[in-house]
């Protein structure tokens, strides 16, 4: 019998980019998401309710916490505008639940470990773990044996990689709703255990840019981040 888990991060408010990643990858036995389920993208209700719909278990990122406090310190001026307008979207109802995600995860997955956070282990939400050579192996690897799992999960950067290790593996999905690696389509991981093998495979998805990039103008969000999601920066 072989596990199937979809590893996200990074959705963003981005609906549309999500159902064609869930659709990519059929039917799986669960649903991780290294957090940021909103900002940036036009839906951020809509996301939080597909989030829920498809029982998806996510961590904490920072624009969850950011956009439901509605306290954008420190962002680039598109960025703070963006966390401002998705606040004055969300519902009191649609904050809490957001605040009270968890700024980590331990799930287990056939006898596999997998630790879920948005950042890193050292900084659950807020640090940025580029893929190598940015961020040297060994660093990696030290995060991997101190959450002391088979697989570690990080989101955050919206660059996707995957690096093994003796130990387990280390990984980004990179981003559902605005993939920065200068690839536009959607990306996410699947993870598969068998007989306690383990499996990790990156994949990307194409999804209709140009209806999220309309709605992102139309509803008054920065120009350019309807700009980006075509260039994947």
Not at 8 to 15: K, Q, R, T
Not at 46 to 63: F, L, Q, R, T, W
Not at 180 to 208: K, Q
């Amino acid at each position: 019998m072989t596990s199937r888990v979809l590893i996200l991060a990074d959705i963003h408010a981005n609906p549309i980019a999500l159902k064609a990643v869930l659709h990519d990858a059929g039917e799986v036995d669960r649903i991780l998401c290294a957090g940021d389920l909103v900002d940036y993208n036009p839906w951020p209700l809509e996301a939080i309710k597909m989030v829920e719909e498809n029982h998806i278990i996510s961590v904490i990122g920072n624009h969850d916490r950011d956009c439901a406090l509605g306290s954008p310190i420190g962002y680039n001026p598109y960025a703070e505008q963006s966390c401002n307008w998705t606040h004055s979207q969300l519902t009191e109802e649609a904050r809490r639940p957001l605040l009270d995600l968890p700024e980590s995860l331990r799930v287990d997955v056939d006898g596999r470990v997998v630790f879920v956070c948005h950042g890193s282990p050292r900084d659950l939400i807020d640090e940025y773990v580029f893929p190598p050579p940015v961020t040297t192996r060994g660093l990696l690897r030290e995060f991997l044996r101190e959450v002391r799992s088979s697989v570690l999960v990080m989101g955050h950067t919206h660059v996707p990689f995957i690096e093994e290790f003796p130990e387990g593996w280390v990984v980004n999905p990179g981003s559902v709703g605005q993939p920065r690696d200068r690839n536009p389509r959607a990306s996410y991981v699947l993870l598969t255990v068998e007989d306690s093998r383990v499996g990790l495979t990156l994949h990307r998805v194409e999804y209709d840019v140009d209806e999220v990039a309309r709605r992102i103008i139309a509803v008054g969000l920065p120009r350019f981040l309807a700009q980006r999601l075509y260039l994947g920066i």
